[in-house]
């Protein structure tokens, strides 16, 4: 198989870097394994983590952590920046499900699963299975450790539905999404809400669940690109159709922000997204709809499940000196133990969870989560990373391809679709066909051709 050109560039790139090493964030004289640097994304959960790192993990192991936190977009840049020239300055880093494991089939995170077999107060068996599969190699090897972690489902009013004489089935069709959307859809109430902005991370996810469940993919197996196969193209046009007939308003610009807004502020009567969403919506300081919200499991149409598994999660770089402290670390913030301090000082709807077995009977997490800690939960474990659609995959994901051309590949895919939402464009086909053109030499270059 030939070397892709963003491999070369890596490789050229970490042999300049050989004649300019970083120096680290860590003062010059404590090059031992009592102070660490830690590179992570600026979200809630990871605030907390930091506000509490100090008092707890540095006291009882007297390793001190200085962290350095960046928004999601510069982090990814930064991150795989300092892993392809392999010089990074951190010793833990902020890694998403998605490019794990690509990172670690290049070699640039170190493998961690003997941290994992030998650290039993970890307890590696209690780390749900699926969650574990998205920060390993190819190979099986775990390089990354879940923080927390995530599936879809279907959000909808309870009230409207009752209102209107419609039964939400646990385990809701596609079809059956469409209709009840219609019919609920009216001049201030939108029948759903879905993410339109054109982006890998933003339409693609909802999106990417619909493709796979139709019976689509991006490549086959083989790297065959699908992009304008028919089941692709059905899936698409579904959405578009589900979106401009029983839409919110403004469908082109929305995201998950948008989206939780509009459902929380009660103008749509359903809404398909993260399970994150759930403790937001259910928060009656900032929810309009809390407490009137059902829950079901992500639509389908071939497969028995169709929801994603994403998260965000640790790894620490291959050039690292302190592994073993970078370990206390991981080993600390995604333990259960820590999941019961955060509850207990914070409160248990800040939990960084979808990642470990046992939050799920946790009785002071379900008085807050109960509704649909459940579904969480079954989606997590029922859904396989390495087969989430009706045909071999080429790499590890749900939504995604883990190859790093894969998000411009799915933005420049997701702006011609976008198009259509806003009108300036109509036709699904002309839309894919843009994206079957680019992915083409993608597959060409993975298959060895």
């Avoid at 459940?374 to 790499?395: E, H, N």
């Amino acid at each position: 198989m030939s070397t892709p050109t963003w491999r070369r560039a890596a490789a050229t790139a970490a042999a300049l870097a050989v004649a300019v090493p970083l120096v680290s964030c860590a003062a010059a004289g404590d090059a031992a394994s009592d102070r660490i640097s830690v590179l992570m994304v600026g979200n809630p959960q990871m605030t907390d983590l930091q506000e509490l790192t100090e008092q707890h993990f540095t006291a009882e192991t007297g390793i001190a952590v200085d962290f350095t936190v960046l928004p999601e977009n510069e982090l990814r840049d930064r991150v795989a920046q300092d892993l392809a020239a392999g010089v990074s300055k951190y010793d833990v880093i902020s890694i998403n499900s998605s490019e794990t494991p690509y990172y670690a089939d290049l070699g640039w995170l170190q493998d961690l699963t003997a941290y994992t077999e030998q650290d039993t107060a970890f307890d590696v068996d209690d780390v749900l299975p699926s969650m574990l599969t998205t920060y390993s190699a190819s190979d099986g090897g775990i390089h990354g450790i879940p923080f927390y972690g995530e599936s879809s489902f279907v959000m909808y009013r309870t009230d409207l539905f009752e209102a209107a004489g419609i039964t939400m089935p646990e385990h809701p069709t596609w079809d059956q999404i469409a209709e009840y959307a219609a019919a609920l859809d009216s001049g201030d109430t939108a029948g759903i809400c879905l993410r339109g902005q054109p982006a890998a991370g933003q339409m693609f996810a909802p999106l990417g669940t619909i493709v796979n469940t139709f019976g689509g993919t991006w490549f086959t197996e083989d790297w065959e690109p699908q992009v304008d196969s028919p089941e692709f193209t059905e899936a698409v046009q579904f959405y578009v159709d589900l979106v401009r007939d029983s839409g919110e308003t403004g469908a082109a610009q929305a995201g998950f922000t948008e989206c939780l807004n509009l459902f929380g502020q009660g103008k749509a009567a359903m809404w398909y997204d993260a399970t994150a969403g759930a403790g937001l919506v259910e928060n009656p300081e900032t929810s309009t709809v809390a407490g009137k919200v059902g829950y079901a499991y992500a639509p389908t149409k071939l497969t028995d499940y169709s929801g994603w598994i994403a998260g965000w999660g640790w790894g620490v770089p291959k050039n690292s000196a302190k592994a073993d402290a970078a370990w206390e670390f991981i080993s600390w913030a995604s333990s259960a133990g820590y999941e019961e301090l955060v509850g207990s000082e914070i409160g248990w709807s800040n939990v960084p969870d979808g990642k470990r077995e046992s939050t799920y009977s946790n009785a002071d997490y379900l008085a807050h989560a109960g509704a649909y800690a459940p579904i969480v939960l079954d989606s997590i474990k029922s859904i396989d990373p390495r087969d989430p659609g009706v045909q071999p995959r080429p790499t590890i994901g749900t939504i995604f391809v883990a190859i790093p051309e894969f998000s411009l590949l799915a933005t420049r895919t997701a702006e011609q679709i976008n198009a259509i939402l806003a009108g300036q464009a109509d036709s699904v086909a002309d839309a894919l066909a843009v994206g079957q053109e680019l992915a083409i030499p993608i597959g060409q270059e993975y298959a060895g051709e």
